[in-house]
């Protein structure tokens, strides 16, 4: 049997968990639109009959800026230790710069092959895909280069039978109907953060995290998390539209995590400063 670990690097928002869950063909890992949505190691796993590949979906790489930040770059930097290859993704509708090149530095001295993902082709002229492949193939001496749209599922296949390729004979590391290594707990308050941030702009989006207070058979209690009185009044809304909307679409998924109807209740609550307090970033699992 082939099992082994691969880490997903590149720059923030080049759509690294979007295609973590195309590969493991299902959710893993929760998306949005906006900069650093993954904030920890995540484990997605993908099973066939004979192998198991582990992606670790990393935070992107940036420059620390508050604890938070600095403890996201160390789970990058800790996540490097132990693979057997890396799943370097870019962004085709983006120009191949400065940030791409510097985590090139760091992933082709790691010893280990380099995949590189192309991503986001879809509805893009077959021109510009190759004028980028031939760019990010300067990067350095990678493995392969596949590009791909982790949004239509176009070239994951291919994608996904080049990295299961590399793997070593090993052990299944764990049960084969498990997507991923987060907790029910985990989960449930990341779907409630993902919704917030689909629903939010500007200044919210960086300043807010979501906890799980309490899960009981029929009711669970999710907090979400901000740092001043103004951005509490933006995540509840006039009459409370703006929390009532993020519940209603997070409850379908987090019924599917759970597997039974709840009843989702939302409270917004002021932290001052949380992302630079320790003691809470340990508590969100930060």
Known sequence: MRSGFVAVAGRPNVGKSTLVNALCGGKVAIVSDKPQTTRR??????NGDDWQLVLADL?????????LTERMQKTVDAAFEEIDAVLFVLSTRERIG???RFIASRVFGLGVPVVIGLNKVDRLKAGHVAQQMTAAAKLGNFHALHPISAKTGDG???LRDELVGLLPE????FPQEQRSDLSVEMQVAELVREKALWLTRDEVPHALSAELEEIEEKVVRVAILVETESQKQILVGKGGAMVKAIGVRARPEVEAVLGHPV???LRV??????RRDATTLARLGL
């Open 269 to 274: 609550k002021v932290r001052p400063k949380w």
């Open 41 to 46: 190691r995540i484990f997605g796993i993908a």
């Open 59 to 67: 935070p992107g790489f940036q420059r620390p800026l508050d604890a």
């Open 156 to 158: 994951i296949a291919e």
């Open 170 to 173: 090993g052990p299944l590391y």
């Open 98 to 100: 400065a940030g791409d």
């Open 263 to 265: 009843f989702l209740e």
